[in-house]
């Protein structure tokens, strides 16, 4: 190995090191993040016949996975709560992983059927 290539590598290697010490250093000093659950509330089950009528698929009625008014509990942001559609868990995570991590606006919305959508309302509950 030539002195030039040698003293790239040491350098690269000095410096992923200083990068992981300082990283670990400010893992060690940081306080555990707060964890809070997400309230789920399904809002409103929509259909759009006339839609459905122009392009039909699946069935014709509104979702028949929820039942408006009822309430799911997460207790992490990464599984579903029991029940749940995963298509619309798919849909929502993005707005579930803000709520596990502390934002505290009470969101609206629903998930991507554009015949019969379902909306849902998202509210953080402290853990």
Same mark, same amino acid.
């Given at each position: 190995?030539?002195?030039? +290539?040698?003293?790239?590598? %040491?350098?690269?290697?000095t410096l992923c090191g200083? /990068? ?8 060690? /000093?940081? +306080?555990? %993040? ?14 759009? %016949? ?11 009625? %509104?979702?028949?996975?929820?039942? +408006? ?16 559609? /995963? ?15 502390g934002d505290p606006t ?19 509950? +402290?853990?």
């Open positions: 190995m030539h002195r030039r +290539e040698f003293m790239k590598l %040491a350098t690269a290697a200083a /990068t992981a010490n300082l990283a670990s250093a400010a893992t060690a /000093t940081a +306080e555990p %993040a707060k964890r809070y659950k997400c309230r789920i509330t399904v809002l409103r089950k929509l259909f759009h %016949a006339d839609l459905y009528d122009q392009h039909p698929y699946g069935r014709r009625a %509104a979702c028949g996975r929820f039942e +408006e008014g009822q309430v799911f509990m997460t207790e992490s942001p990464w599984d579903p709560p029991p029940g749940f559609c /995963t298509w619309a868990w798919a849909d929502l995570r993005a707005i579930i992983h803000k709520i596990h991590a009470v969101m609206i919305s629903c998930c991507t059927d554009g015949l019969r959508p379902v909306l849902f309302k998202f509210e953080r509950i +402290e853990a």
